[in-house]
């Protein structure tokens, strides 16, 4: 199984800040990568696809970026709306697998 | 597109339940669908996939053997059949579009699975 490790796990900062999320896989995946936000009581969303792809409607300050088995998500200036946890998934093989989350809270 | 989990219940160790999830404003047999869940507090595990035609199916090591995926294309329904449940089974179980790369698209809003005697 592909496993994938955030980090990191817990990031305090503040809003203007830029935060990189990275993401690791424990062998090559190519650019089957997504990156997923989750706010507390709802379901996650999708952000970005194919390593780099915003989905339709994510604002322009998240970019993704990566291949193989090192990935990053980048928020260029944070916003209050972005303090939430966020995950990356595999896609790669069966089973898929997601990292184990970083939670962005604020400083 | 829209997602509509539904059947989380309150099951005693060993029983069983049906989760399904209604789709709608998309071409539903287009599309590959999974499962994913979420136990209290923690992260996001992938469960279940089903391919857009219900041909083939895969498991998460931890639910093979318990759980049957399986989609019904003309009713545009999807359904998780969850046999021998365990404590750990306990979660908030969502379905969720396959898209481009693997990527889960679209997801329902989840229907809560407890499972404790």
């Known amino acids: 199984d592909i496993q994938l490790t955030q980090s990191p796990s817990f990031l305090s900062t503040s809003v203007g800040d830029r935060v990189t999320i990275t993401c690791r896989a424990s062998q090559d995946i190519s650019n089957y990568l997504a990156w997923f936000q989750q706010k507390p009581g709802k379901a996650p969303e999708l952000l970005i696809f194919?390593?780099?792809t915003l989905q339709a409607g994510v604002p322009s300050r998240f970019s993704g970026s990566g291949s193989g088995t090192e990935f990053a998500l980048t928020i260029s200036s944070l916003q209050p709306e972005d303090f939430a946890t966020y995950y990356c998934q595999q896609a790669k093989s069966y089973p898929y697998t997601f990292g184990q989350g970083t939670k962005l809270d604020i400083k | 597109v829209q997602l509509l989990d539904s059947g989380g219940d309150l099951v005693q160790p060993g029983g069983s339940l049906r989760l399904s999830c209604a789709a709608s404003?998309?071409?539903?047999?287009?599309?590959?669908m999974s499962w994913a869940r979420q136990a209290p507090g923690k992260g996001l595990e992938w469960v279940s996939s089903i391919r857009a035609n219900g041909g083939e199916t895969y498991y998460a090591d931890s639910v093979k053997g318990r759980f049957t995926i399986s989609r019904d294309n003309f009713k545009n329904m999807l359904h998780l059949e969850m046999n021998s449940l365990r404590v750990e089974d306990t979660a908030v179980y969502y379905c969720?579009?396959?898209?481009?790369?693997?990527?889960?698209?679209?997801w329902g809003q989840g229907t809560l699975v407890t499972v404790s005697s």
């Open positions: 404003g998309f071409v539903f047999t287009d599309y590959a």
């Open positions: 194919a390593t780099s």
């Open positions: 969720a579009s396959v898209g481009a790369y693997g990527a889960l698209f679209y």
